[in-house]
């Protein structure tokens, strides 16, 4: 937000850690953050609250800001008609999850800004997203001013029937959010269904699925592949690297500096929202990693290194985890703030870096293969996309320009951090550092993998066990929700895998623990978003329901049965199973509504190979895992244990009982549904081993 702040009223926002609360600390609105001080003024007062939800790098939270919430207008009718409140939705997705629901019960679609005004006992009256200061600006029926105008109006005039109809309304909100009774385990000919609903969707013209905007986790990658290994069927498999191919040759991949932004305005992924988040590309580098096991192409992991490279780059926080995300806009050289111009490029932009070092013919080249042009493709501008030429030569000159452009970019302003620390999407880091570190057979990704598990461990968790949510300025803060111990769980299990350090089973255990504990609906199966001893809002919601983030449940679904694989735990898989159970209403009647259950579905339903690699070092083992990075195995639990490790670690995995290196070398022991291999200590010994397991 431009403009001096020194002679600007400060709000109590100023005291918050969150980015985004402290980007509205000089608004003149008398916001509050969320929290009973608020709601007591309310009730004191008698006045209805006005809540706005958003996050630090959401291009309309900014516009919102702007233009409404420094109107002076906007901003005295708010001070002396209503109690504001503002809530970084990424500090609690409970409060957000909540109301976005209402949002979209109310007008037929959901986002961010959120705008909802309720009651002081929080029950909701009327529920929006973005509004303009007045009716009619950018093209909005009714501005901010008339709205608070009439619902003021009508608090005045027709409390009775505006108590009722908020009462009413919080009434359908809790039915609508109470769990579901279970039914029994889900047939996994649900996966067929779910198949057939993206080929239904899907864009033959340009990947993905329909209609635009075009978000990359409406792809459910992960779903469709495990179909695939279970039943051979290609088309799964099709669809998904045809949608990742078209959103990496795409604008919406950042050609230059790697990493995805959020999604794409258009059919073709050409033209981004430019926010970056870490929990998009932490997902993504996931699916390119499944995608070259089971394809054999290079290029989805060459495309998982580059994001990882922006991660390290980009997000870096000084504790050594990840921070949330890079905003959309960006500061432009005359002043002011513009979308996407740090990432868009001109004709002259391009010659001037390429030039000097390729020489104006290939500058001119690289100019024509990434869509460059004088008149641009977003707002005068270019957004880099990549032709598929397969002309190695071009692909050779590509690859020697996008240094040159990514120094000549960072000469430029670059994009707002947000510096939030998030524990769950730290978790997501996690696990896409280890996976690479394992398929890529690159073992500095498991290091950076271990350093973000230990400032998560160490810096984020409470006395009691449990994890903060954030991490911000220094200070852990807030509870945890179900995602964040439920994707911190994922991450050490495969860190786990990537040979991190024996001890995090204990970790892995502790936390299990703590998600039962805390999170689970001992009644019915599934776990709540919200712990047991946190904030009472108007429901406590059990998710049902996988976005842009997966949900708690469709993660900790799979973490519980790996787990019991792993220990060989009953308890663990019944609980699973019951997760499962809780959910199978959801998946029969709109599977891709829950497509990231899936994983846990065919586990629930699959043969497990489990594998036990042992050797003094653990670089004695990489040669004999090059069968388990080749090929794309979902249902599999590895561990890879230093032979000093062996007696701790048998003690709580079975597997481990009776092994020991054969002859002193590195051995790999293979088991599947109760039958074992004999050691193998050769990489041909090996696949020959899983082969056999695979075709039991």
């Not at 007062?45 to 906007?74: N, Q």
């Not at 270019?382 to 690859?399: I, P, Q």
């Not at 712990?531 to 108007?538: I, N, R, S």
Request: proline share 6%.
């Amino acid at each position: 937000m431009s403009g001096s702040t020194s002679t600007r009223p400060t709000n109590r926002l100023a005291l918050e850690a969150s980015p985004y609360l402290l980007q509205h600390a000089h608004n003149p609105v008398d916001w509050y953050p969320w929290g009973d001080e608020a709601f007591a003024r309310a009730r004191a007062e008698d006045k209805p609250i006005f809540l706005s939800v958003g996050y630090a790098t959401c291009h309309w939270c900014h516009v919102m800001a702007e233009e409404s919430f420094e109107d002076e207008e906007v901003a005295s009718l708010l001070r002396e008609r209503f109690i504001a409140i503002k809530v970084d939705r990424e500090e609690r997705p409970d409060v957000d999850g909540i109301y976005m629901a209402v949002t979209q019960a109310m007008s037929g679609h959901g986002g961010w800004p959120m705008t909802v005004l309720m009651t002081p006992n929080r029950a909701p009256l009327v529920a929006g997203t973005y509004f303009p200061p007045r009716d009619g600006e950018r093209g909005a029926a009714v501005g901010l001013l008339s709205l608070l105008r009439r619902v003021d109006e009508l608090w005045r005039t027709h409390r009775d029937r505006l108590d009722a109809d908020a009462a009413e309304l919080a009434v359908q909100l809790r039915r609508a959010l109470r769990a579901r009774p279970p039914t029994t385990l889900p047939d996994i000919a649900v996966v067929d269904r779910l198949l057939r609903e993206v080929e239904a969707r899907a864009d033959r013209s340009f990947g993905g699925l329909l209609p635009a905007p075009k978000f990359p986790s409406s792809m459910p990658t992960r779903a469709l592949l495990r179909h695939a290994a279970r039943t051979g069927d290609a088309r799964g498999v099709d669809l998904a690297a045809r949608a990742f191919e078209a959103m990496a040759d795409g604008g919406i991949y950042d050609q230059v500096g790697g990493g995805f932004h959020r999604y794409a305005t258009d059919q073709r992924w050409l033209v981004p929202h430019f926010e970056k988040t870490l929990y998009d590309n932490a997902l993504l580098v996931g699916s390119a990693l499944e995608l070259q096991q089971e394809t054999g192409r290079v290029r989805f992991g060459e495309v998982a290194k580059d994001v990882l490279a922006f991660l390290e780059r980009d997000l870096r926080s000084p504790e050594g985890a990840f921070c949330s995300a890079t905003d959309a806009d960006s500061e432009v050289p005359n002043g002011g703030r513009q979308e996407g111009w740090y990432f868009t490029w001109t004709p002259d932009d391009v010659r001037a870096a390429l030039a000097p070092e390729l020489g104006a013919n290939d500058a001119e080249r690289a100019l024509e293969a990434w869509g460059v042009s004088v008149g641009g493709n977003f707002e005068g501008r270019s957004v880099l996309s990549r032709a598929h030429t397969g002309d190695d030569e071009v692909e050779a000159l590509l690859a020697r320009a996008r240094p040159l452009l990514l120094r000549a970019r960072q000469q430029r302003q670059a994009p707002a951090r947000d510096d939030k620390v998030i524990a769950g999407w730290n978790g997501l880091a996690i696990s896409a550092f280890a996976r690479a570190a394992l398929v890529l057979d690159e073992q500095r990704h498991r290091d950076v993998a271990a350093r973000v598990a230990g400032v998560v461990l160490e810096r984020m968790r409470a006395p009691d066990g449990r994890l903060r949510r954030t991490l911000c300025a220094g200070r852990a803060r807030l509870p945890g929700m179900l995602e964040d111990h439920a994707f911190v769980l994922q991450g050490l299990l495969d860190l786990l895998e990537a040979g991190g350090d024996v001890r995090l089973l204990d970790e892995a255990r502790a936390l299990e623990r703590a998600i039962a504990e805390h999170f689970e609906d001992r009644e019915h199966g599934g776990f709540f978003q919200a712990p047991d001893d946190g904030e009472a809002l108007l429901a406590r919601a059990k998710p049902d329901w996988d976005g842009a983030e997966p949900s708690g449940n469709s993660i900790h679904a799979l973490n519980l049965l790996r787990m019991a694989t792993l220990f060989d735990d009953v308890e663990l898989r019944e609980r699973g199973l019951r997760t499962l159970r809780a959910f199978g209403g959801v998946l029969a009647e709109r599977p891709l509504a829950m497509a990231e259950l899936v994983p846990a579905l065919e586990w629930a339903h699959g043969a497990p190979v489990e594998v036990l690699a042992v050797a003094d070092d653990l670089e004695q083992l990489r040669p004999l895992l090059a069968p388990l990075r080749e090929r794309f195995l979902p249902l599999r639990v590895l561990l890879q244990v230093r032979t000093n490790d062996l007696e701790r670690v048998a003690r709580a995995v079975p597997l481990a009982r009776g092994r020991a290196p054969v002859g002193g070398r590195a051995t790999v022991f293979l088991c599947r549904a109760g039958a074992c291999s004999l050691p193998a200590t050769s990489v041909d010994e090996v696949r020959r081993a899983l082969a056999s397991a695979l075709s039991t």
